[in-house]
């Protein structure tokens, strides 16, 4: 229910206090304020933290990977752990991390602050959904422990169906965390229609928020699928339903459809987030306005819609029909073309801009590489004749290496880096961050190019011992894991440096002019002091910072008080 | 550009192969020259237009219709000629010619099994005739396999439940290796054979003299050759040490514990019922995953098999 | 806080991130609403499921749904069909300040979904004695056709699902009276009766949809 | 305001009516014995209308905000699309026939 109509209000600057005395940090105290909290900061904050844990334990998965791979037999690890280890590695980091991390964790605590809301619309939910992801974990990592699941990560009947570990609990377990994720969508969409400032129009809206939208759409429509198909599998193992257990008359390729219908599109939700952040990123720190914002706006939503329809490109040796690949093949490569139209649009923001190479805009330029890297050869997998050869292989393994770590990775840590400062009212060492940057970005070239040479010469992946003619491509892959390892030891470090004793930060470090950055650093406990009314667009960086700064003082239920001192007047669109 | 092929695809055995080749590195060098001119124009913009003083202001340049379409449209066209491309090769991979030569494949975990219109039998090693198209009908007895030959440039996924195919023409004679792609559980990596191109001549011969028992040899020369032929060795070991299956070293006659706990002597009987109906008794800390080679070997192979399994200790 | 002592003026039940009553009664809607789109897709998958294996056997349905009780099949349809009726009158009730309207209705909704249940119930046991079990424990012999296992596990997952939603919309609607009981809602304020009715609606179509397609297959 | 629009236990009765008398219908044409593919036509047609009719009226979509009716029908849209797609395989495979 848009309206048109302009209401006048009186509005007036509020310069944001630098440093505050209380914040929503400290305004409340003691674990259980934690526990019980249903600030979106906080929440946003604890899932920072949980992703934080899953990295590092899918991390050191990796590494204990690569350090068996490091020679063709067996070495410390025998087969089944091996195969243990890689499918815990690619379901913590697809589940655990990745597919909360930018939405959950950057998303719960930005969006509500870039909207001007005081918290997101429904925040117990928010809580519960957090508590829900916890249970989840709780599930998963007794199924570790009790017996491990050795599937890989896609579950694929009837292998899953008659392993003898413990496929049960483990897909429970992300059965459960389904549901965090679809309440987390849910909560966003209700949150961007319905609690947006006055003024905050839909074009005013920073693109972070549109690709939030995209996520939380994509969330919302495909999650309930991965649900019932875990279900099915869960009631598979339970009672030998047969719908997909060949041996009971099911059809195998049938699963893979349910399972990809979820996970294609879960790759979108693993992605889209992170185009957000490159955007407020790189228009940022090139202060200039960012281009063709309605291009980078729609083209969230058309991947997430194309998206959906492009599941089977991971089927095409499976045996379904050559027509169903046919239709696949070409929509898969529609999807690139959205996702051009971003890297170019960020690329048309820096031109004539004034960049400064601070830690954020460093990591968005190593996405920008990597990311088209692994763009590049996600549209060699979606070509037909070419994926028979290297489906299954290393190269696929590079391939979304290069959009998960490379792509959303890099933009979560430039994001980390942007508004850490408003999360936690501190700077971090900006000449360690760009060692560490530099450290993640050679070692993840060494660990996954030799990855792509070896998949075309034709290595197959969850392999646990190889034939030797690949041995030199492993070592270099395993040497450039390391490196990475020592370029996430030393951010835990100055991190951590910074939280205990960093320097204190300004409310607006980056000089953004965007609306998060016109509250204190860290935020207030509601977020703004005053009910922010917006004029301009976040990206107007032609305009002066005081046109920023403006709202309307109000008690708890944002019924104006006088004013003080009138600055000025404005007018804008009435609340939605 | 030869030398880049070289280092990054295997060599080019079949016929289909060079086509796909082509799309490989097509897609390659567009993707190349896209990647360079995004990174020059990432540290060329970071160069110029480096941040000079906090002052700095910068043009007001929201959108331009004229580029925005043009990077739309350039790419559509780029992946529509990659998708004609693509799905051409695919349907010459698919489209089998009439005349081709067909061998029967099972998967099993983790073996691959050759049968062919003489009855003839091979474990882990295909022989086809190369300048012929050969047809490999195929089907698992478990679970998922998937067979993929990186020379040929042909990949098919094995199921359970119905007959997939694949086809290929070997441009030259020699052997390529044949790998298992899709995960199969503890011994996938293992899943693995060899594909050996003949001449016409000689693969008439080989496929007349395969299943012959060789009479000269004795009964334990046999059985090893019979151990190395049917893929025994991907799951036993001969020098004690423990994979899939128990090692056959020392087991002659040796106390097996079961897994229901109760105790067997390793003799003839048990020998021949392992291999027969493997699943009848499994021993304590293995999981039934042995296939049976009921059909396959014959009576005096399994006699020559547990002669030589004697001799091992 | 610097700033908020909450003013006298607004509604306890308004929470205190929203502005006014309404802001918190669409997000609570559309909240809903984006829910149930998730419960068409959890459902849809089964659908999906139903929809190939009919396409692939068509006789197998025509055959396996002559285990289907008809007319059991249509009571629970009307039975259901009530209750979306007897829901809408109590968000009527609700929404007229008819407090007493509100719980006699919300009475009799539960009072039909149980009634439901029992049907189900005694659908289930039906079957059960005649060996129709879910998944691998299927032994009857009735029905010539290899993957008849197949049609049931379908048909269980389903209307097992469904009566599970079934279950907690009767939860909700007991924790609803108990609220009403308690005099929580008014014409004012009746957010947890509309959405609840919405869920409540939902489930009813899903089985209007399920009827025609498990029992009415000639 | 679109939100709270309030119906006429009349109406309601009347809705609720059409339902049943809709319900009946579905079973009645099932004793016509419809031929092939028109029976599940007709069953579903029916079964839409009926939903359509529970939305409108009982769920209030008929007055309420336009973009609750848009999430109604792309949850259905979507659906389609998934069913679609995928029949575009499980109807089309054709398995070359074993010779041995
Ligand atoms: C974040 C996750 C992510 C993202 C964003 C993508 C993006 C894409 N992926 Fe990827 N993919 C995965 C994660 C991801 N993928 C995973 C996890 C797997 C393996 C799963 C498993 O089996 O375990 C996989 C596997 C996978 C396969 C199956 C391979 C196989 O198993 O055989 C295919 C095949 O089509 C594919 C294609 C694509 C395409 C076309 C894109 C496109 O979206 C990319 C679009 C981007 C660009 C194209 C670059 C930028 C564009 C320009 C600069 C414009 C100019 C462009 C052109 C001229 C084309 N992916
Ligand atoms: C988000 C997704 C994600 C991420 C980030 C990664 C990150 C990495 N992955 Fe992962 N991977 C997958 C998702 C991901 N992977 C998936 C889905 C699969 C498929 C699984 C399957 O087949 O089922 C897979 C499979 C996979 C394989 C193939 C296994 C096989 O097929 O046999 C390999 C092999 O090299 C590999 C390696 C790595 C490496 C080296 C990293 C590195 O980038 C990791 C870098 C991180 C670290 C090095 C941790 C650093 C932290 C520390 C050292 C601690 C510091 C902190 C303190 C001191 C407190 N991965
Ligand atoms: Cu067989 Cu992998
Ligand atoms: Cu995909």
Redesign the pocket.
Known sequence: METSALKRLQVQRFKPEENPEIHYLNSERGLWSWLSTVDHKRIGLMYLASIAIF??I???L??V??TE?LSPAQSFLDADV?NQV??L???I??FF??VPSVPAALGNFILPIQLGAKDVAFPRLNLASFYIYTIGTVFTLVAIITGAVD????FYTPYSTETGTNVLLMTLGIFILGFSSILTGVNFIVTIHKMRAPGMTWSKLPLNVWSLYATSIIQVLATPVLAITLLLLVMERALGIGIFDPALGGDPVLFQHFFWFYSHPAVYI?IVPGFGVISEVISTFSRKHIFGYWAIALSSLAIAFIGFLVWGHHMFTAGQSSLASMVFSFLTFLVGIPTGIKIFNWLATMYKGSIDLKAPMLYAMVFLFLFTIGGFTGIMLGALSVDIHLHDT?FV?AH??YV??GG??MALLAGLHYWWPKMFGKMYSEVYARISCALIFIG?NL??LP?FVMGAQGMP????NYIDQFQPFHQL??M???I??????I???YLLHSLVRGEKAASNPWGSRALEWQTTSPAAPHNFEHTPVVIHGPYDYHKPMSEFQLGIAHGHHGESHQPETLETVAETGTRP | MDKVLEFLLPPAKSTIAGQVDGLFIFILAVSAVLLVGISFAIIYFSWKYKRRSEQDTTPVITHNTKLEVAWSVIPLILVMIVFGWGFTGYMNMRTVPTDAYEIRVVGKSWLWEFHYENGTVSVNELHVPANRPVNLVMSSNDVIHSFYIPDYRVKRDVLPNRYSNVWFEAMETGESVIFCTE?CGRAHSNMIATVTAHSESDFENWLATANVIDESLSPVELGKELIAKNGCNACHSVDGSRMVGPSYKGSWMAERELEDGSVVTVDANYLRESILEPNAKIGAGYDPVMPSYQGLLSDREIDAIIEYIKTID | MAHSTASSSAPAHLQHHFVDSDQQFESSKMGMWIFLVTEILFFGGLFAAYIVYRAWYPDLYVQASTQLDTFWGAVNTAVLIGSSLTVAMAIRSAQLNQIKGLIINLYITIGLAFTFMVIKYFEYVHKFEKGIFPGQYYTYEGIAHEKANIFFSIYYMMTGLHGLHVIIGIGLMIWLLVKAKKGAFSAEYYTPVEITGLYWHLVDVIWIFLFPLLYLID | MSGHHISSAKFLWGIGFALFVLTFITVAVTWMHIPAPWNVVVAIGLAAIKATIVAAFFMNLYWDSKYNLMLLVMSFVFFFLMIGITLLDTLFRNDPVPAF
Not at chain 1, 151 to 154: A, F, P, S
Not at chain 1, 484 to 489: L, P, R, S, W
């Open positions: 990295f590092f899918g991390g050191v990796a590494l990977l690569r791979l091996y890689f499918t590695h690619g379901a980091m697809i991390f990745l599937t890989g990560w896609t693993m290393y393994v979304f290496h998960m770590m959303m990775v993840f660990a996954f990855q992946r969850r392999y646990f892959s395993t450039g894991a390391y990475m390892g020592v370029g996430f030891v951010m835990f470090f | 995960y």
